[in-house]
């Protein structure tokens, strides 16, 4: 048994994630720690909200809430909305939290005390309008590297370079609108990361099984030369800025967020402090593997921005083993866009079917080596060829097919012949396959070879013809209905990362104990379930969509065209 330390990119505080968020990060976080438990480890699978800097306070203003209380709303909101998907965090704790403070302020000492910190002087945007420093992402305007025209202040959101807001070309206010800005002298604290560049690349070409997209960008970022970053900021809501003369500033967003995973583990802990150690998953944890998950857009910090606060606090903190990254989930072919109400949000979501459709199209869709698109076309596609069709008409045709010839109770008689021989050399060749995909999270690979196994057990009910046998040869019947009987646990057992709850409906309905560990022996598992085993039939397990779904849900989320001029 091994410890793995998994944790899903923070979702921002200000307002409900939509499909591409969830596929980026959440959920493949989910499927992998699904799969590390049922292998048998001990898993932490740790998230939370990031709920400082200015997303938060513009959307509270937006609400018109005190900025605490609308991050209180939104964490309960999230929170719901993962466990509707099904999403299995240990934790989903704050950023806010005082756990998080404290850290916050431990790492921002360290840094200090080892020379990784300065005070400077610079020049900062005033909005005159406003009476108010503008922090980063309280300023937009165009990008000078790719002409996006709504880059903020830090960092342009498509094409990821760091910005600093006297960067932008036209900048305006985030709070007002106003273009009456100047540029005025503030003091603030810079990380030296400049001094780490060297140290940061070493610990980079370690990481040699990394996917390309994950290094690319770190190596950029380095390539282009590491500068010193500013992590203070003219705020009020955030961390306080534990030091003399700066009364008023908080930690920047991105300093504060990622110590929030070790914040939310002690969260985790001090609610049973007895029997959890949170230190020991983060501090001298040689023993643990930690592996992270994320969008493209958030690999900088990650690879680069956090690194240095560990390896500059000269502290034994647990430094990640793998990252990996995700490119964007698009809307055919647009973003995803809620202001004008294009594409699909965790909440209409779930609203409209349930977790499991949607988990299984997006990691079967999963953008690994490149973007992806969400369609109706496609999503309709999967769930009735896959789900309805292969895996769930599957279940449905053979223990149906057993319960009304031999009763609910899988049969006696017989012995395996040719048939299911090679049915368990095939099903073994592919359970193999499955599992060192999951084992490499190549989520979008693992899928279509669950898919193949379901088919694997769909063509050889087919060959077998049970429907024959029974008139002609009752012991040969039984064989092919008792190894159907098994396929479909098998089956279930595997889906359990992906479409968790369907998963346990099955194997409630013909598993006396509910296995708890993974299958790596298929011939075993094709008899698992002896003669006598009783099961029961499940209701439908999916329900096929149809056009005038197609047609109304495009009605509503928009189509092809709305999300073009997206």
């Known amino acids: 048994m091994s410890r793995q330390l998994i944790t899903s990119a923070l979702p921002y505080i200000n307002g409900v994630k939509h499909l591409g968020n969830l596929v980026g990060s959440m959920l493949p976080a989910d499927v992998y720690a699904r799969f590390r438990r049922l292998r048998g480890d001990d898993v932490l699978f740790v998230c939370a909200t990031d709920e400082h800097g200015t997303p938060a306070e513009l959307a509270a203003l937006e609400e018109g809430l005190d900025v605490a209380e609308y991050c209180r709303q939104q964490h309960a909101i999230q929170a719901a909305l993962g466990e509707a998907f099904d999403l299995s965090w240990d934790v989903f704790g704050r950023s806010s939290s005082p756990q998080n403070s404290d850290l916050t302020q431990h790492f921002a000492r360290r840094l200090d005390e080892q ?46 370079r760091l910005l600093d807001p006297t960067d932008l070309i036209e900048p305006r206010s985030a709070i007002s609108g106003s273009t009456n800005l100047e540029v005025r002298p503030t003091t603030h604290l810079f990380l030296r990361q400049s001094l780490l560049a060297g140290e940061v690349r070493a610990w980079l070409d370690t990481k040699k099984n990394w996917p390309v997209l994950t290094t690319s960008i770190a190596y950029k970022w380095l390539d282009e030369g590491l500068r010193d970053r500013n992590i203070t900021r003219d705020l009020d809501w955030g961390v306080p800025v534990d030091r003399p003369g ?82 964007w989930l698009n809307y055919y072919g647009g973003k995803f866009s809620t202001s004008q109400g294009v594409g699909v949000f965790m909440d209409d979501a779930v609203e409209l079917l349930p977790a499991d459709y949607w ?53 006696a008689g017989g012995g395996p012949g040719d048939a299911e021989r090679t049915l368990i050399a095939d099903v073994q060749a592919r359970l193999d396959e499955y599992t060192a995909l999951l084992e490499g999270k190549q989520f979008r690979k693992a899928t279509a070879e669950l898919r193949a196994i379901w088919a694997t057990g769909n063509a050889y009910w087919e060959r077998a013809e049970p429907w024959k046998a029974v008139k002609s040869d009752i012991d040969r019947a039984a064989v092919i209905q008792r190894t159907g009987v098994n396929l479909v646990r098998l089956f279930a057992l595997l889906a359990a990362p992906i479409i968790p709850a369907t998963s346990n409906t099955v194997l409630a309905a013909v598993a006396p104990v509910v296995p708890t560990r993974w299958p790596d022996n298929a011939d075993a598992e094709l008899r698992a379930l002896e003669p006598g085993s009783q099961f029961t039939v499940p209701e439908v397990l999916f329900r096929k969509l149809t056009d005038d779904d197609i047609v109304a849900w495009m009605a509503r989320f928009g189509g092809p065209a709305e999300a073009r001029s997206a």
């Open 115 to 160: 020379g990784f910190i300065e005070e400077r002087t610079t020049e900062q945007v005033y909005s005159i309008d406003d009476g108010r420093f503008l922090p980063d992402r309280y300023i937009i305007g165009t990008c000078p590297h790719c002409g996006y025209p709504a880059a903020r202040g830090d960092q342009c959101e498509n094409c990821t």
């Open 246 to 327: 700066y009364e008023g500033k908080v930690w920047y967003v991105w300093f504060d967020a990622p110590i929030e995973y070790l914040g939310a583990t002690k969260e985790w802990a001090d609610l049973d402090p007895d029997s959890r150690d949170w230190k020991s998953w983060w501090y001298e944890a040689d023993d643990v593997t930690y592996t992270q998950f994320m969008g493209k857009d958030n690999v900088p910090f990650h690879t680069v921005g956090f690194p240095v606060t560990i390896i500059g606090s000269r502290e034994p903190w647990k430094l990640v083993d793998y990252i990996k990254s995700f490119n």
């Open 359 to 411: 988990r299984y199209f997006l990691m079967a869709n999963a953008p690994e080596s490149d973007d992806s698109s969400f369609t109706w076309e496609g999503f309709a596609g999967a769930v009735n060829k896959d789900l309805a069709d292969t895996f769930g008409n599957f279940v449905n045709r053979c223990l149906t097919f057993t319960s009304r010839n031999v009763g609910d109770a899988v049969p």
